[in-house]
């Protein structure tokens, strides 16, 4: 899984520099964890990260991870209206690309969470936070992949994008 997760991570197109940030809380082997999300504003995942701490050392590790593995650099980074974001942002001396969200600035990565839920329903809860990890990673790049936008295109799009993403999972398996 996630060498194949690699493999499609290399094959993407560059995600666009306006991330949106966002956290949220889970059960993992009964404790409670927070899972720390990036996207896109197109909706691709950027990166995951699950952490017991939701202060500032947690969202400080989210965003250097991001820095470090995201080939763009970031024009605007939209989070909700948690402090750890703005002392992280501080620290790495980014506070000017910081747009703390109001209202529904952050639907991006809010909307994001419902296939993570979807999953934790299905194998019914997280055992450990290594596991969850690095199940949310793979799922992260597969999904990335074939998830289509499909009430903006149309079928015949549908069908070349679907296509092209199948040509990138047949790459990336063998």
């Not at 991001?66 to 650099?73: D, M, S």
């Not at 994008?161 to 047949?170: D, V």
Request: hydrophobic content about 35%; glycine content about 4%; overall charge positive.
């Amino acid at each position: 899984g996630p060498l194949i997760a690699r493999r499609l991570k290399k094959r993407r197109v560059p995600p666009t520099g306006r991330w949106h940030l966002d956290e949220m809380v889970c059960k993992i082997g009964g404790r409670r964890m927070y899972l720390w999300r990036a996207v896109d504003d197109e909706g691709e995942v950027l990166d995951v990260v699950v952490q017991r701490q939701r202060d500032t050392e947690a969202a400080l590790k989210l965003i250097r991870r991001l820095l470090r593995n995201q080939p763009v650099e970031p024009e605007t980074i939209t989070t909700d209206g948690l402090a750890s974001y703005g002392a992280a942002l501080d620290r790495l001396e980014l506070r000017h690309l910081h747009r703390p969200g109001r209202l529904r600035d952050n639907n991006r990565v809010e909307n994001s969470h419902l296939p993570i839920r979807r999953r934790e329903r299905q194998h019914q809860r997280f055992k450990s936070q290594a596991s969850a990890q690095r199940f949310l990673t793979t799922h992260a790049a597969i999904y990335n992949t074939f998830n289509f936008q499909r009430h903006l295109i149309s079928r015949p799009t549908l069908r070349c994008f679907r296509a092209e993403a199948n040509a990138a999972w047949e790459a990336a398996v063998v």
